[in-house]
């Protein structure tokens, strides 16, 4: 997936009606708020100031990912496995944190 561009991304999740595996890939600064991305994969992602806001990230696996000043304002992050992910000034004001993980989680002394 590293040959696709943000725009190529977007478009794949603004179609897809499966969950999708964007391990790895640098989605840094884009606007994904109000999607729906439950269960999809986003291993080792880039989301430096991703805007996150509002959007169903229900099951998605962020593990070891960056999310360094993420707006993830209002999204529902319930089952969201956030193991060794970089939260550092990541906004999580009003989400739904319902059974999140956040095991070796840096940045995350203020989740709400």
Same mark, same amino acid.
């Given at each position: 997936?590293?040959? /696709? =561009?943000?725009t190529? &991304?977007i478009?794949?999740?603004? *179609?897809?009606?499966?969950p999708?595996?964007? +391990? $790895? &890939?640098?989605l840094?600064?884009?606007?994904? !708020?109000? %999607?729906?991305?439950?269960?999809t994969? /986003? *291993?080792?992602t880039?989301?430096?100031?991703a805007?996150?806001?509002?959007a169903?990230?229900? $099951? &998605?696996? %962020?593990?070891?990912s960056d999310? =360094?000043?993420?707006?993830? +304002?209002?999204?529902?992050? #319930?089952?969201a496995?956030? =193991?060794?992910a970089?939260?550092?000034?990541?906004?999580l #004001?009003?989400?739904? /944190?319902?059974?999140?993980i %956040?095991? $070796?989680? *840096?940045?995350? !002394?203020? /989740? =709400?």
């Amino acid at each position: 997936m590293s040959d /696709l =561009t943000r725009t190529d &991304v977007i478009k794949l999740l603004a *179609i897809s009606t499966k969950p999708l595996n964007l +391990r $790895g &890939v640098d989605l840094s600064e884009v606007d994904l !708020s109000d %999607f729906d991305l439950q269960e999809t994969c /986003l *291993i080792k992602t880039k989301l430096i100031g991703a805007n996150l806001r509002r959007a169903n990230l229900s $099951g &998605v696996s %962020f593990k070891y990912s960056d999310l =360094t000043n993420a707006d993830l +304002r209002n999204a529902d992050l #319930s089952n969201a496995d956030l =193991t060794g992910a970089d939260l550092t000034g990541a906004d999580l #004001s009003g989400a739904i /944190l319902r059974r999140a993980i %956040f095991k $070796g989680t *840096i940045g995350a !002394s203020r /989740l =709400t």
